[in-house]
C-alpha cells in the first residue's frame, strides 16, 4: 500500500466468506471482482500488456440461477455499476405509465424533458425536447427507447422496464486469485463466453470462483457515462465529491456516548461491569462444541467467584489491532475507601441460597456469607510515558500514621488518598485495595515488609 491508494469497502448481500473456518455451502453465490476497461486494450484473446483500466474495480455477487443466464449476469453487474455513473438512468429503458400502476422506482427518477439515443456506431445523441409535436420530429427512428415507446398517460411516472443491451461488452478472465488482485500463469487470457458454454453441462453456473468479469467500453460510450482525464471523469461518481457523508446511527451514538465518558471518565464499577458482562463471539471466534462436534458461534462471560483478602486492580491502558497500538489515558475514578463487590462475587450468592436452604456451607469450604466484601484502597503503582517507554512511580498509606505517601525513585513525599487517583488520568497501573476486617493484620504485615 502506499499513501496515494484509495481504499473502498463493499457491503454484500450475503457472507463475504474472508473467514478460514467458513464453510462453503451449495448455495454459496458467485462473489466475483469487476474490472471497467477500455474496448481496444482487449480485442484479442491475449493481451500482453494488459487491459487499460479505468475508473473503480466493484465487486458483484451472482447467485447460482443468476449464474446460468448471461443476460442474468449482465444485469447483476449493471446493477453494481449503476452507482458508479450520474448517467445511471440511461442504464435502463424507460416507459411512462400511470401513477397508480408504480410501486416505486429503484433509482432517482430521470428528467423526462430529454431522451438520449446511442446509436449503432456508439455516438450518443440528446434529443433535448420532448413537447415537440409529431411534424416536427424529422426523424422518428432517431429517438431510440429500445422498443419502448412513451405512453400517453396524463400525469404518468416513468418506470424501469429493462435494461439496455449492448451497453459494454462483458468479458470473462478465469484463473484469477485474491479477487482479482494476482494472476495466474495464464497472464490476460480471456475467455469466450461459447467455450465456457461448451466447457459446463446443460444447466450448470457459467462462472467459477475464480473469475474475473471486464466491462469493455468503446470511447464513445466511455465519455457519456464516466468522461475521461481531460474532461475530470465528470459524468463519474467516484469521486468524493459525488458522495455525501454517511454516518450511521448507532455509530455516531456510540461515538457520542465514547466522548461523554471520555469527558467525564469511567468508574472502577463501570470496569468490572465491563469485564463480567456477556459478549457475542463473532465468526472468526468461532467456538468448538464437544457435543455437536463442530465450531458454533457463541457467548462466553467471565464471573468473579471469590476475591482475596488484597485485592490488586489491574487497569489496562493500551489498545492493540493489527495495524495501531496505543495508550488508553481516560480517567478511571475509583474510591479510596468503600468498594463494595458483594453483588459480583458468585461464592457469596450461590452460598446465600445454599444457607437458606438448609445446606452446610462450611463443609463445602465456604465462609461467611453474610460479611460485606468492602475493600479500602491501600496503595496505587502508576506509569507515566508511552508504550515505547516511561517512569513508574507509587502511591502507599502508612497504616500507622494515616499518612499516604507519593514514591518516586528516592524522593519520598508526603500525599493525599485523592491524588493518588486524579494522577492516573494519563498512566495505567494497578491499584491495591484490603478488605475491612482484615485491615489491622494485612497492613501490619506489609509495614513490616517494607
Known amino acids: 500500500m ?40 482487449s480485442r484479442q484473446s491475449y493481451s500482453y500488456r494488459g487491459p487499460t483500466n479505468f475508473g473503480r474495480p466493484f465487486v458483484v455477487v451472482v447467485d447460482p440461477d443468476q449464474a446460468r443466464n448471461m443476460q442474468a449476469i449482465y444485469e447483476a453487474v449493471v446493477d453494481r455499476l449503476q452507482r458508479w455513473t450520474s448517467h445511471a438512468r440511461d442504464l435502463y429503458t424507460w416507459e411512462e405509465v400511470s401513477s397508480a400502476l408504480v410501486d416505486s422506482v429503484p433509482i432517482p427518477i430521470p428528467p423526462m424533458d430529454f431522451l438520449t439515443e446511442i446509436k ?42 429493462g435494461i439496455k443491451k449492448d451497453v459494454f461488452n462483458l468479458r470473462l478472465q478465469p484463473s484469477q486469485k485474491d479477487y482479482g488482485t ?80 471520555r469527558g467525564k471518565g469511567l468508574s472502577i464499577d463501570d470496569c468490572l461491569m465491563e469485564f463480567t458482562k456477556e459478549e457475542q463471539l463473532g465468526e472468526d471466534d468461532l467456538w468448538y462444541c464437544p457435543r455437536c462436534k463442530k465450531h458454533q458461534q457463541a457467548t462466553k462471560k467471565f464471573d468473579l467467584w471469590r476475591v482475596p483478602d488484597i485485592l490488586a486492580v489491574h487497569l489496562k491502558r493500551f489498545s492493540n489491532s493489527r495495524a495501531l497500538r496505543d495508550k488508553i489515558d481516560t480517567f478511571v475514578d475509583f474510591p ?69 505517601y507519593h514514591f518516586d525513585d528516592s524522593y519520598v513525599t508526603k500525599s493525599e488518598a485523592y491524588q493518588a487517583v486524579v494522577s492516573l488520568v494519563h498512566c495505567w497501573g494497578d491499584g491495591a485495595f484490603i478488605r475491612l476486617p482484615e485491615c489491622e493484620r494485612i497492613s501490619t504485615i506489609l509495614q513490616a515488609t517494607e
Open 2 to 41: 502506499s499513501d496515494s491508494d484509495t481504499i473502498v469497502c463493499f457491503e454484500l448481500p450475503c457472507n463475504a466468506r474472508q473467514s478460514r473456518l467458513y464453510k462453503k455451502k451449495e448455495s454459496d453465490p458467485f462473489i466475483l471482482p469487476v474490472f471497467v476497461t477500455d474496448l481496444q486494450a
Open 120 to 161: 449503432e456506431n456508439g455516438e450518443v445523441v440528446r434529443v433535448e425536447d420532448m413537447n415537440v409535436d409529431e411534424g416536427d420530429i424529422a426523424d422518428e427512428e432517431a429517438v431510440i427507447q429500445d422498443d419502448a415507446t412513451m405512453g400517453t398517460a396524463i400525469n404518468g411516472i416513468p418506470q424501469i422496464v
Open 182 to 261: 494476482a494472476y495466474s500463469t495464464l497472464g490476460q487470457y480471456f475467455e469466450s463466453w461459447e467455450t465456457r458454454l461448451g466447457e459446463m453441462e446443460n444447466g450448470a453456473p457459467l462462472l467459477k470462483e475464480t473469475d474475473a468479469l471486464y466491462c469493455e467500453f468503446d470511447e464513445n460510450l466511455k465519455m457519456y457515462y464516466f468522461g475521461d482525464d481531460a474532461s475530470h471523469w465528470e459524468h463519474a461518481r467516484w469521486t468524493n465529491a459525488a458522495w455525501a457523508t454517511f454516518l450511521h446511527p448507532e455509530y455516531a451514538e456510540a461515538k457520542k456516548t465514547a466522548l461523554e465518558k
Open 336 to 404: 479510596t475507601q468503600g468498594l463494595d463487590l458483594t453483588d459480583l462475587v458468585g461464592e457469596r450468592k450461590v452460598g446465600q441460597k445454599l444457607a437458606a436452604s438448609g445446606v452446610d456451607i462450611e463443609g463445602l469450604g465456604i465462609g461467611n456469607v453474610e460479611e460485606p466484601l468492602i475493600y479500602d484502597l491501600y496503595a496505587v503503582d502508576e506509569h507515566l510515558g508511552g508504550l515505547g517507554g516511561g517512569h513508574y512511580r507509587a502511591y502507599a498509606l502508612n497504616h500507622v500514621t494515616e499518612q499516604w
